[in-house]
């Protein structure tokens, strides 16, 4: 069965960081393109980072440029996003998708609060 589980979010002061980890099984993961969604509170679900299949070719909105890096396992078949420099403005749930597909997780939470 297709799953796309997300893990790694929680409670973070402003600035700090966290790790996102996307464990994936029931498709050709290293044949999909993998990407992270952002939702903040009463917004629409955005696309932050994706990274390609076969070059590792990675791109971000403009509001996490430089603060967010996708990576991928296509042995361990996981996607990582970590995020540096959090802050209260930043999409509050983050979603793992396979591109292309109808795949989504289930979404973890990020909290950024003093």
């Known amino acids: 069965q297709v799953s796309l589980v997300e893990s790694g979010g929680g409670l973070v002061r402003p600035g700090g960081s966290l790790t996102l980890n996307c464990a994936a099984a029931?498709?050709?993961?290293?044949?999909?393109?993998m990407s992270w969604y952002g939702q903040a509170p009463g917004k629409e679900r955005e696309l932050v980072a994706l990274?390609?299949?076969?070059?590792?070719?990675?791109t971000y909105v403009d509001s996490v440029k430089g603060r967010l890096t996708i990576s991928r396992d296509n042995l361990k078949k996981m996607v990582v996003l970590q995020m540096n420099s959090l802050e209260p403005e930043d999409p509050a749930r983050y979603f793992c998708?396979?591109?292309?597909?109808?795949?989504w997780g289930q979404g973890t939470q990020v909290t950024v609060s003093s």
């Open positions: 029931g498709f050709t993961f290293d044949r999909t393109a």
């Open positions: 990274i390609s299949s076969i070059n590792d070719r990675t």
């Open positions: 998708h396979a591109g292309r597909t109808p795949y």
